[in-house]
């Protein structure tokens, strides 16, 4: 079974809309985070938002929040004020385990969904 | 400023080719990475390293080694490449950030085996 599961493959949005990105996650451990990353047509990899299972709080980037639902097990990234830049790859990963633990810090990627951002 | 460096950005190499890809990072973290991204798919983890002195393996290991030259440089071997290896390959190291264990990655080192 897939443990990041992103069903977009690919989303549109209108310039200075929102627009949220699905990601749903399996795990048993009850000890995990949650990533989102945004890859540009460059290539690189670059960290946007994270959320940890404990946090009782909506992790909140600037821009860029994440609607976590532990109960349905997932962690959607919500974009406000869509950006013509925003247009990337967008991953949704999951780090389980605890700190200490030897499995610290391994990611488990999604597939990505690709964001068109129109003016 | 550099975070994670990679070398070499391209590579071409032909079937049974030999190659080291090379990764440092100056933020004096711990915990290190390897990881190969293929179309249409997520990253893939092939080989990590927690801590100098210990690698362990990832998702996808076969046909790769590592070494964890110091905290710094951690290095990915192809001893014979295939095909089948031709791939995005990315660095990535892990540390805190306010307090949580943030993973960074380098820019990637695009990998042609023909």
């Known amino acids: 079974a897939q443990k990041i599961t992103q069903t977009q493959p690919g989303m549109f949005v209108q310039e200075k809309e929102a627009v949220t990105l699905d990601c749903t996650y399996d795990t048993s451990d009850p000890s995990y985070g949650l990533f989102w990353y945004k890859q540009p047509s460059s290539g690189e990899m670059i960290f946007l938002i994270y959320q940890g299972s404990y946090d009782q709080q909506n992790a909140t980037e600037g821009r860029y929040s994440l609607n976590f639902q532990k109960a349905r097990k997932s962690a959607n990234l919500v974009i406000s004020a869509s950006q013509l830049g925003d247009s990337a790859m967008y991953f949704c990963?999951?780090?389980?385990?605890?700190?200490?633990?030897?499995?610290?810090?391994?990611?488990?990627f999604g597939q990505g969904t690709i964001l068109t951002v129109h003016p | 400023n550099a975070g994670v460096t990679q070398t070499p950005k391209f590579q071409v190499l032909k079937t049974g080719q030999s190659m080291t890809l090379q990764c440092a990072q100056d933020?004096?973290?711990?915990?290190m990475y390897w990881y190969r991204q293929d179309p249409g798919m997520g990253l893939r983890l092939i080989y990590y390293s927690a801590s100098e002195g210990t690698t362990d393996k990832g998702e996808v290991p076969n046909g790769y080694n590592v070494s964890r030259l110091n905290k710094r440089e951690f290095s990915l071997r192809l001893e014979s490449a295939a095909p089948s290896q031709t791939s995005v390959y990315f660095c990535a190291s892990s540390g805190p950030r306010q307090g949580r264990n943030i993973q960074y990655f380098g820019a990637g080192t695009r990998l042609s085996v023909l």
């Open positions: 933020m004096n973290h711990n915990s």
């Open positions: 990963a999951m780090r389980e385990g605890h700190a200490g633990g030897t499995s610290y810090g391994k990611l488990t």
